[in-house]
Antibody
Framework: QVRLQESGPGLVKPSETLSLTCTVS????????WSWIRQSPGKGLEWIGF???????TYNPSLKSRVAMSVDTSRNQFSLNFYSVTPADTAVYYC?????????WGQGALVTVTS | DIQMTQSPSTLSASVGDRVTITCRAS??????LAWYQQKPGKAPKLLIY???TLENGVPSRFSGSGSGTEFTLTISSLQPDDFATYYC????????FGQGTKVDFK
């Protein structure tokens, strides 16, 4: 079955860029939308944005100035770059399939922003 | 921005109880609403989409209703596996999650 796996550094310094990749296995990344969501420790869920397999994107307006997503169909991966991070960006970052309801999620990757 | 407000924030219940969680949107989202269940350390699990459509494999004791700005998630008879946090999410305009409702043991 289709599985999603987030990968990337677990520690990022303030003002630097958080970069995460989601690898899709067991199915094709093509013709699907792919989302990123985050959850700060002990807090609720925050939608970051989504990307279609053709590279078109939609971002959360409150985060848009610091976010960029990309897709690599040859590797069956999509990625998140989050710029100029602060400790408030410490969270578990999830990738998921879909743009509306999200039926398939990765296990999540904890990213801590600390000097 | 569309704000999603869930009530209550915490709900204490017993096995066998009928449980209802409410989600209100700051403006109409039609029926573009989903419900998720999340357990500690795990990713959210989709329960319901389009306000009332049960995701494949989700037990029939879960049901959703509503449209516009007011929605409910009902668990007809709470089971031990259902103690978790529940989130609503609108996908009418951008996407927004509610703050969550924790269902714990009475």
């Amino acid at each position: 079955q289709v599985r999603l796996q987030e990968s990337g550094p677990g520690l990022v310094k303030p003002s630097e860029t958080l970069s995460l990749t989601c690898t899709v296995s067991g199915g094709s990344i093509s013709t699907w939308y792919w989302s990123w969501i985050r959850q700060s420790p002990g807090k609720g869920l925050e939608w970051i944005g989504f990307i279609y397999s053709d590279g078109s994107t939609t971002y959360n307006p409150s985060l848009k100035s610091r976010v960029a997503m990309s897709v690599d169909t040859s590797r069956n991966q999509f990625s998140l770059n989050f710029y100029s991070v602060t400790p408030a960006d410490t969270a578990v970052y999830y990738c998921a399939r879909g743009s509306g309801w999200l039926a398939l999620w990765g296990q999540g990757a904890l990213v801590t922003v600390t000097s | 921005d569309i704000q999603m407000t869930q009530s209550p924030s915490t709900l204490s219940a017993s096995v066998g109880d009928r449980v209802t969680i409410t989600c209100r949107a700051s403006q109409s989202v039609s029926r573009w609403l989903a419900w998720y269940q999340q357990k500690p350390g795990k990713a959210p699990k989709l329960l319901i989409y389009k306000a009332s459509t049960l995701e494949n494999g989700v037990p029939s004791r879960f049901s959703g209703s509503g449209s516009g700005t007011e929605f409910t998630l009902t668990i007809s008879s709470l089971q031990p596996d259902d103690f978790a946090t529940y989130y609503c999410q609108q996908y009418n305009t951008y996407r927004t999650f509610g703050q969550g409702t924790k269902v714990d043991f009475k």
